[in-house]
């Protein structure tokens, strides 16, 4: 067989290689990337003592801006009681070691729970949990403790929110101030919650700020939820001049997963709100709707525990991603802003499976490396027809979430999705808790991605591992935007010589000769 690749073939291919622009079965724009992606054999982060019945899960994952090698992983504990902990790696992720941030409990608490992690510029370690008590497991307060010597030694923990402060998150802008600013966002419920679900509206989501190193934080702001509104699961991501992103669900009329009663799932839309401050947090706009036909796939298992949105931020561009069975199964989706959160474009599949195969993708984390490439990483279930065994796939756009990798396998055993802590209230009956996040740290050339795992788990327990993956990524050169650019003028280019080329030939062609016949 002879391949003749003419002047405009050429520009295309050149042109998708920058754009990444070749589109697979199903219409979905995918990249077609030079530089292969590498993904390193998983790592177990946790101990794997199966007699434990420990439930890791929920890892969050940084590094240290003054020595980037050293990197952290706080992570919750569902089982055999709620805790938290947090892992080391002085290898930038290819080996961990537990710390101890929290050897001895604040007085009036008896678990610690739900960690966040921020370093300030000096490489000061914050450590932020919410202290959990009595029976019913009732937040008695978050409280701040900070390590300037890479978690070898932990200040004493230091109340910073009183009681009753849920999914409650925590963000550190390095360049505001001697010790940065402390952003921290929660959900503020205004009574006691029953068992399994909030109690009578309204339960805001507020947030606050600190320049103290979190002594002190500004009067509470309020941003959604001070009348009727539903509003669970808040997000929080920071951005270039001091922007500050929070988004977060409106539960609408799902009186059902919001109170944790009894019933299947919830047959209405969902909407995600947002609201951005550019003034480093003192002000907040009016929300503005993300997206407000989202289709839940499952009941809400633990409201309290609800996977947020994710956001990430790449200068002006926002990006937003959550679960969304609107094309018939559970799928990982994501909306884009291109004005800090003002305006919201279409929405784009990040899983590249079939629609509607019945197997599901979910909770997806997005980060942005430092040159720009957008990475997004979620559990996905597509090689199980029985859809209960999940591996964890990953992603990345390197021309502005405009178009996305091919996904990509990182876990090289699927693990059963129906082991872990379950609740008994009406709204859990037949789920298991599986955590609130995929670990999602995005480097130059690659990212980190940890995931709760039960392989080495049996079936009759509650234990969860954590592991970790290095993946190797192509970084952009020049800059996201003018990849995209110049990869479409390519493109325009190449389609431009084919039709010349086309037109040349039909001149050329002599009359005797049958269209389309080999000369």
């Keep these: 067989m002879r391949l003749t690749v003419g002047l405009g073939a050429l520009a295309i291919v050149a042109g998708a290689l920058l754009l990444g622009g070749v589109v697979p079965a199903g219409g979905d724009p995918r990249p077609s990337v030079a530089t292969t992606p590498a993904v390193s054999a998983e790592i177990p982060v946790t101990p794997m003592d199966q007699s ?52 001895e409990l604040p007085r009036g608490t008896e678990r610690c729970y739900a960690p966040e992690v921020a370093f300030d510029r000096d490489g000061v370690l914050y450590y932020l949990f919410v202290g959990l008590a009595g029976e019913g497991n009732e937040p008695v307060g978050a409280f701040l403790t900070t390590s300037s010597d890479r978690a070898r030694t932990f200040t004493p923990p230091r109340r910073v929110l009183g009681p009753l402060k849920f999914g409650v998150r925590m963000a550190l802008d390095p ?22 679900g909030f109690g009578p509206l309204p339960n805001p989501i507020l947030t606050a700020h600190s320049d103290d190193g979190g002594k002190t934080f500004s009067k509470p702001i309020t941003l959604g939820g001070g009348g009727n509104e539903r ?100 799928d990982a989706v994501l909306r884009c802003s291109l004005d800090g ?3 919201w474009g279409g929405l784009r599949r990040l899983n590249d499976d079939a629609r509607g195969n019945g197997r599901w993708q979910y ?37 502005g979430a405009e178009h996305f990798a091919p996904n990509l396998r990182l876990s090289s055993e699927s693990f059963d999705t129906s082991i872990g802590q379950q609740y008994l209230h009406p709204s859990s009956a037949g789920l298991y808790e599986f ?13 980190v991605v940890a995931w709760a795992d039960t392989r080495n788990s049996r079936p009759d327990t509650t234990s969860q591992d954590l592991f970790a993956s290095v993946v190797r990524l192509p970084e952009p050169e020049g800059g996201s935007t003018r990849t995209g650019v110049v990869g479409g003028a390519l493109v325009g280019l190449g389609v431009l010589l084919v039709t010349v080329a086309a037109v040349v030939r039909r001149r050329r062609r002599s009359p005797s000769t049958p269209d389309g016949a080999a000369s």
């Design 341 to 343: 959160g003002r305006r």
């Design 435 to 447: 955590g609130g996040r995929i670990g999602l740290l995005s480097r130059r050339h690659g990212t």
């Design 175 to 196: 360049d505001i101030g001697s010790q940065g600013r402390v952003h921290l966002v929660w959900v503020d419920a205004t009574s006691d919650p029953p068992t399994g």
């Design 52 to 103: 434990l019945g420990a439930g890791y899960n929920s890892p969050a994952v940084l590094a240290d801006p003054t020595e980037p090698r050293f990197v952290v992983m706080a992570n919750r504990l569902d089982a055999p009681d709620f805790s938290c902990a947090l892992q080391v790696s002085g290898n930038a992720g290819r080996g961990w070691l537990p710390a101890d941030p929290v050897p």
């Design 363 to 399: 909770m997806p984390r997005l980060a942005v490396s430092p040159g720009g490439r957008i990475d997004a990483a979620f559990y996905d279930r597509r090689r199980d027809r029985a859809n209960l065994m999940a591996d964890v796939y990953a992603t990345y756009s390197i021309d």
């Design 231 to 330: 509003v669970v699961g808040p997000a929080l991501a920071l951005g270039p001049d001091h922007a500050v992103h929070v988004a977060w669900y409106d539960l609408k009329d799902d009186a059902r997963d919001y109170q944790g009663l009894d019933g299947p799932v919830w047959q209405g839309n969902w909407a995600i709100a947002a609201s951005s401050s550019t003034d480093g947090g003192r002000s907040f706009p009016r929300p503005t709707v993300v997206d407000d036909e989202i289709v839940p796939h499952e009941r809400v298992m633990l409201i309290f525990t609800m996977p947020p949105p994710s956001l990430a931020v790449q200068g002006k561009r926002l990006c937003a991603a959550w679960t969304d069975a609107r094309y018939g199964d559970a």
